[in-house]
């Protein structure tokens, strides 16, 4: 006899049940097709404005055919662990071609962005470290900074004299707690899973109280150097670092659209002796003259210590990376745990970062085409009356605050088959509703013409 499922798991029914209520769950549609912006979503053909994929590598001819031919040839799986297997001449071949696309000494790739970022900092970072974070950077790195056992302080968004504040030591206490959006437009683009205070957008304080409390809670780095997963060699590695300092934001923010400080950002790390961190997640492909990310842009390529990014945006693929000196890297290659014990990226999804790469190198028209198609949205959307907030790329956030404004725009969108994603309370805090539109190079001025058709009478 099957035991039912609200028997069984009774507080996961319960909780789940409130979120329903709360409106606090993801629709999670069945998205079964795509062509050019064109998606099949639970059987509706919609015009999309959900995909990363900005400069349409995902779909692109050459892409497809090298993860078909290379799965054919090689088979599609890794098997096991890279600790155990090694790389592939694919991984091998995307990790340089990676360091080479970004102008960097050497680059590691993971099997995702998230997990590129919970093999970065607690392999650097850790008990006696001190870490500003702002609280708009994505989830991951949240929760990669949580994991190191670092003090961190998730500093207002945006707000680098708060970064330099908490490394100094002073301020500690400024976080305005992790994942919360107190600082302004931008904030994690994913709320708390757990039933915490955090998912009615007042953060669950963790962050602040890491920061304010240090880290005394934390458990030492262990020292076996067991390889087998159950040792911790990145503690032990990271233990000889001492009291390192490391200030963390986003190249872009997917919460609002808008850059991270850059330039303030590698003045503070300068004065307080910090490592500059910059997740380009959104960057990448997509800013500098040669596509290598918000660093390029800036004009601060030797001043970002470390890059993250992943292939599942601009990058039209997916995989995680980490950039930079070639120690770094080789220390995560040897330290990091989402490195070694876990499975690759199969070969085939190499393949198709590497023509993905090849691709981004050689048709800087994409990222031009990209750019037209960007502006005239924004100055259309702006002269239309929609407050865009800081918005600065492709990913474009249409701000309405009050969320019932929000909730209408999006219900209007849906009846013109127009696919976006409304972002709305508990998710964000009360009075910062706003429906994100992720504009590609498949967009044709058609579509963007039907766009602000299904927009009009929404403007806030
Ligand atoms: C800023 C940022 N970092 C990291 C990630 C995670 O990347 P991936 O989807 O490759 O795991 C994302 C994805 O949404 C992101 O927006």
Redesign the pocket.
């Known amino acids: 006899m099957t035991i039912p499922d609200v028997e069984r798991w009774p507080e996961l029914a319960t909780r789940l049940a409130e979120a329903r209520a709360a409106g606090a769950t993801f629709p999670l549609p069945v998205v079964e097709r795509i062509v050019g912006a064109h998606a099949v979503v639970d059987g509706r053909e919609l015009l999309t404005f959900c995909t990363?994929d900005y400069l349409g590598l995902g779909q692109h001819p050459e892409v497809r055919r090298a993860a078909a031919e290379t799965a054919e040839r090689y088979g599609w799986s890794t098997a096991a662990a890279r600790g155990l297997t090694g790389n592939s001449p694919w991984h091998r071949d995307l990790e340089a071609a990676l360091a080479d696309f970004l102008g960097v000494e050497d680059a590691a790739c993971f099997t995702?962005?998230?997990?590129?970022?919970l093999g970065l900092i607690p392999t650097l970072a850790g008990p006696g470290s001190t870490i500003a974070v702002d609280e708009g950077?994505?989830a991951?790195?949240l929760d990669a900074c949580r994991l190191s056992g670092a003090a961190w302080t998730a500093t207002p968004h945006g707000d680098v004299a708060a970064m330099e504040r908490a490394l100094a030591g002073r301020g500690a206490a400024a976080g305005a707690g992790e994942e919360g959006e107190a600082g302004g437009k931008g904030g994690s683009?994913l709320p708390s899973p757990r039933p915490s205070p955090a998912a009615a957008g007042e953060g669950d304080g963790a962050g602040g109280a890491a920061g304010a409390q240090g880290s005394a809670g934390n458990p030492p780095p262990r020292t076996s150097p067991a390889a087998t997963g159950e040792g911790d060699r990145a503690g032990a590695t990271r233990a000889a670092a001492g009291a390192d300092r490391w200030l963390i934001t986003?190249g872009?923010?997917?919460g609002g659209g808008d850059r991270g400080p850059l330039r303030e950002a590698a003045a503070a790390a300068r004065r307080t002796g910090a490592r500059l961190i910059v997740?380009?997640?959104?960057g990448f492909g997509v800013y500098g003259a040669l596509g290598r990310g918000m660093a390029e842009h800036a004009g601060l390529q030797a001043e970002v210590d470390v890059r993250?990014?992943?292939?599942?945006?601009a990058g039209g693929s997916?995989?995680?990376f980490v950039a930079g000196a070639h120690t770094l890297i080789e220390t995560l290659r040897q330290r990091s745990k989402p490195y070694l014990f876990t499975a690759g990226l199969p070969p085939a999804v190499c393949a198709a970062g590497l023509a993905a790469l090849r691709v981004l190198a050689r048709e800087p028209e994409r990222r031009r085409r990209l750019w037209e198609i960007t502006r005239a949205a924004h100055d259309r959307l702006r002269a239309l009356g929609f407050d865009l907030g800081a918005t600065s790329g492709p990913l474009t956030v249409l701000w309405f605050g009050d969320a019932d404004r929000a909730r209408a725009a999006a219900a209007q969108l849906d009846a013109h088959a127009i696919h976006a994603f409304p972002m709305l309370p508990p998710f964000v805090p009360a009075g910062k509703a706003r429906i994100r539109l992720a504009l590609t190079l498949h967009h044709t001025p058609a579509d963007l013409e039907r766009l602000y058709a299904a927009l009009a009478g929404c403007v806030r």
């Open positions: 990363n995702g962005g998230y997990l590129g970022n950077c994505h991951s790195m683009d986003d872009g923010f997917a997740d380009d997640a959104h993250v990014g992943t292939l599942s945006k997916v995989g995680g």
